[in-house]
C-alpha cells in the first residue's frame, strides 16, 4: 500500500511560481512511476507531467511543457512539480499518482495510487 500527500499548492498572480511536493509512504518508492494530474472545475481530469522511476525519462503535456519541470528525490520518497510562469487556466486540483510496473505515463488508467489533492489557484 501506498499513501500519497501532497503539498505546496496556494494563490499566485498570474507569472508567479509554485512547487509542490508529493510524500510517499512506502519502501518501494523507487520502483514507481510518478504522476501529476490536475483537475479543474467542470473539466475532466487531465495528465499534467510524469517521470520514470530512475528520473531519466519524463513527460509533459503540451500546455506545461517550458513552464513546469517534475522531478523525483528517491531518498526522501518526494516527487516534485515546479510550476513557472503560471496562468490563470492552471487552475485546479493537483493530484499526484504513483504506478508500478509497465506504465503509459499519460494515462490515468496506468496509476493504482493517489493523492487527496491541492489547490493550486493563479489569478488575472
Known amino acids: 500500500q501506498v499513501q500519497l500527500v501532497e503539498s505546496g499548492g496556494g494563490l499566485v498572480q498570474t507569472g508567479g511560481s509554485l512547487r509542490l511536493s508529493c510524500a510517499a509512504s512506502?519502501?518501494?518508492?523507487?520502483?514507481?512511476?510518478m504522476g501529476w494530474f490536475r483537475q479543474a472545475p467542470g473539466k475532466e481530469r487531465e495528465f499534467v507531467a510524469a517521470i520514470r522511476w530512475s528520473g531519466g525519462s519524463t513527460y509533459y503535456a503540451a500546455s506545461v511543457k517550458g513552464r513546469f519541470t517534475i522531478s523525483r528525490d528517491n531518498a526522501k520518497n518526494t516527487v516534485y512539480l515546479q510550476m513557472n510562469s503560471l496562468k490563470p487556466d492552471d487552475t485546479a486540483v493537483y493530484y499526484c499518482a504513483a504506478a508500478v510496473g509497465a506504465v503509459v505515463p499519460q494515462w490515468m488508467g496506468s496509476y493504482e495510487y493517489w493523492g487527496q489533492g491541492t489547490q493550486v489557484t493563479v489569478s488575472s
Open positions: 512506502g519502501r518501494t518508492f523507487s520502483s514507481y512511476a
